[in-house]
């Protein structure tokens, strides 16, 4: 009897940050996952926020189970080959793991998953570096929802500001970003203080696997994107 894929020792060598004893423990957690569950999926996702998904994940967890990491772990566990893939068709699920993506293991029927990541977004404050989605502009006068000691941090976040009668007060109009540029640590920290949420988390349906069937989610792929071996 020919001897499995599952079981075939894996060559996992170089980055030494969580070692090799820990690759190998993720290599074997996911090939035992494709045993377990019906359906393999490929998401993406967009302004990780670790929280949230933890908690998305433990609504899950009776059901599916996910795996995030180094895709490079992730595609040698399930194979990127025919020679190598350890089941047939599981190679084209490593051809779409890359950049943010993750796997998604579950019995859930498709339609449900579908509804579940479609529905899912969750807002948060923008962190350095994120994409302004609006301007934002403060106009000229008091800014009644700082306490008089805040002003000096404002003033640290380039804010004209001052102080008239115990109250902060704008000297002029400010800009806190334009819309469709980074934002920078000052702008970040206004946006929270003011309480604007312009991150949404949000994550994407990339494939399906079965032992039945393959379906792409992602527009602009097809077939001929992960066919070849």
């Known amino acids: 009897m020919p001897k499995s894929k599952r079981d075939r020792p894996v060559t996992l060598s170089k980055t030494k940050k969580k070692g090799r004893g820990h690759k190998e423990s993720i290599v074997n957690s996911i090939r035992q996952a494709v045993e377990n569950y019906s359906s393999i999926y490929v998401f993406s996702f967009e302004n990780m926020r670790n929280l949230k998904f933890k908690e998305f994940r433990e609504k899950l967890k009776s059901t599916s189970r996910f795996f995030l990491g180094s895709n490079k772990v992730m595609q040698i566990a399930i194979g990127r080959s025919v020679a190598d893939e350890i089941r047939p068709g599981l190679r084209k699920v490593s051809k779409l793991?890359?950049?943010?993506?993750?796997?998604?293991?579950?019995?859930?029927?498709?339609?449900e998953v579908q509804r579940l990541f479609d529905e899912y977004e969750e807002y948060d404050f923008a962190r350095t570096g994120s994409t302004a989605v609006e301007k934002v502009e403060l106009k000229e006068g008091p800014l009644d929802q700082f306490t008089?000691?805040?002003?000096p941090f404002l003033r640290k976040q380039g804010m004209p500001v001052r102080l008239n009668k115990g109250v902060v007060e704008l000297v002029s109009d400010f800009v806190v970003c334009e819309e469709g540029t980074p934002l920078s640590p000052e702008s970040a920290r206004i946006l929270r203080l003011l309480g604007i949420k312009m991150a949404t988390f949000r994550l994407h349906l990339v494939c399906r696997w079965s032992p039945d069937e393959f379906d792409l989610y992602k527009e602009g792929l097809d077939d001929s994107d992960v066919e070849s071996s």
């Open 97 to 111: 793991l890359h950049g943010d993506t993750g796997l998604f293991f579950t019995n859930l029927p498709k339609e």
């Open 148 to 151: 008089h000691e805040m002003e």
